[in-house]
DNA sequence: AATTAGCACTCGTATCAAATGAGTGCTAAA
DNA sequence: TTTAGCACTCATTTGATACGAGTGCTAATT
């Protein structure tokens, strides 16, 4: 689909303009403000032209043109032009960021604070997750009689523990035992490849424990699942609202739907390139219920590997420079707040 | 402020029924449904007295009353008839709780889809903490040079680990000579009480290995932290959108705008009482934004201690008696499933 | 003394027609 | 190829009117 210049300049200022007042764009403001050197009348032939491509559409008969998704798609992908943040907004985050706390809960508050008060689009964010982390050690080691305590090493340097009940007849030596099967069959295995498919194998090798090892089994599958589950962190659910497309309740309704099933959202994340910041316009988004939002995602890492994403989501008339801009700058910073050092 | 019986009925139909259709209620309506054998003037009458009191108001002089917050307390405190569930919703709390699963995420998760199917309103619900737990004992487990694991076992039997990184200078006989002073002074010490006071004593204790024990107490204090926040789970966010006074926009976002701040929410579970069901009308929850609702609020405990609370939040015109049924109810049987077995 | 029928009055809301005006599409001239 | 001009469309605004739900008050009734 090549258009002429003219024809790109028109659909830019549709799209430019519509984002900004959120209302249809006539032919005659686009002269008006855009000088092309053309009049409304040869504007709106070249609307009609773009209108049969598909690329924008007409609400009603009287009514100027919106750009339809396929519209912003082109806007996207050829026409727009990048968004700088200014100074004053980098210091903002910067301020944000600075008061630097160890906990990882306390940086992923940081973030959805720096991006909701950057945009007013609803932001939310993954988790470090660890499905592709590998086992490098397991320990059982035992507290007190009847209490002992499950430790899971992982390549990435990440311990997980967590406490669990023995009945009180196992021995130390029964422990020592079980804990070298365990490492036998699991080590350098990702956390994925254990849950799927080998924890029932270790069921069978040690039926001498039987009732001991289905409860270990149990509570490191309990561990894994845990870490291994996207954490959604959600903000910006009052901001969004700002937007006038909001204005109407029907509309809240079904956004508020939308967001409230948090699979929605996961999958938003989970479907997003990790190596570049992504857009999905409009049906884009595999969900029924998202045909008229956009979303814009961009993954972080520690030291390199990807641990989650970040997520921006609007109505489909959203400013993707800057949205793209923001997700693309805090995701940066968010990795390098997470790399510097350890959390916990 | 006593009532003789007529004016209670009054004041009673004129709750109830504005609970139920939302709008104002007229003397005829009342005469007509609620049979008190007098006619609408003597109704009038009693309703220009109620005014006066402050109990009901008239949003405007053609209109009906509507009750005011004193009305709504009033009416919550001396003639609210006890609502029950039906075997019907029983049978369905019973259901979602059946699949009981050992994952305190996912009772959580199950509590507050159980509220959500039983009303409209908002849902929330403070995870366990720990601020009163007492703590039994402290290891510090060396896993691989460098790195050990810091265990807080507490009186509950709840077990709290963490990995964390050492110094390589650091011997066997150190860890095991600092566990041991910090066991000397933390021991049945509640996890208030040593986050507030004690921790720096032990700095100056052990100067010997000052920067380790700055790392151990930094850990320990992450811990602890962690264990103490609130934890707060939220639902029913696209339900309470059903209320009609949720069809202008500008009070869904009042409400969003109160419900995204979670300190909001967490006060509300703070100053609940916790040996009884709390219901809060209007300005009696203590923030200015909250002026226009309730909330209903009730512990519930493990094995009888009262580890966290579940809350309600809707308009001031909330069903009192059906949210109270249905709050008590469910942290009962939440605290029964919580009691039965050992969650991780 | 308490109740109630009756009626005047208030005030929000629904209805409807007319006016408005933003915007287009088409045609014919430049 | 561009554009001025004009007829046409259609959502929105406006204002006038009627409507009706509800109250408060007074005078008659029990």
Known sequence: MALDLRKQQVLEAIVVSHIETAEPVSSRSIARKYNLGVSPATIRNEMADLEEIGLIRQPHTSAGRVPSQKGYRYYVDKLMKKAD??????????????????????????TLKAVTQLTDYLVFLSGPYFENDVLKKIKIIQL????????????????????????????????????????????GLTFTQITRTVLKDVYNEL??????????????????????????????????????????VEEVRNL???????????????????????????????????????AITAAYNIGGNIMGTLGLLGPMRMDYARAMTVVEHITSVLSEALSEDNFY
């Open 144 to 187: 007190m009689p009847g209490k002992a305590l499950l430790v899971i090493m992982a390549e990435t340097g990440w311990v997980h523990s967590k406490g669990m009940d023995l009945s009180s007849d196992i021995t130390a030596d029964d422990l020592a035992y079980i804990e070298l099967v365990l490492n036998h069959y699991f080590q």
């Open 256 to 294: 508020m739907n939308f967001i409230e099933r948090e699979e929605n959202l996961i999958t938003i994340l989970q479907d997003a390139d990790p190596y570049r910041v992504t857009v999905k316009i409009g049906e884009e988004i595999k969900s029924e219920q998202a045909t008229k939002y956009s």
């Open 85 to 110: 943040l200014t100074p004053r907004e980098e210091r903002l985050i910067r301020a944000i960021f600075a008061k630097r706390v160890k906990v990882l809960a306390d940086i992923i508050q940081c």
């Open 207 to 248: 039926t001498r424990y039987r009732k001991t090892i289905n409860h270990i089994l149990e509570i490191m599958e309990v561990v894994l699942q845990e870490e291994m589950k996207e954490n959604l962190y959600l903000g910006g659910t009052n901001r969004i609202l700002k937007q006038p497309e909001y204005s109407d």
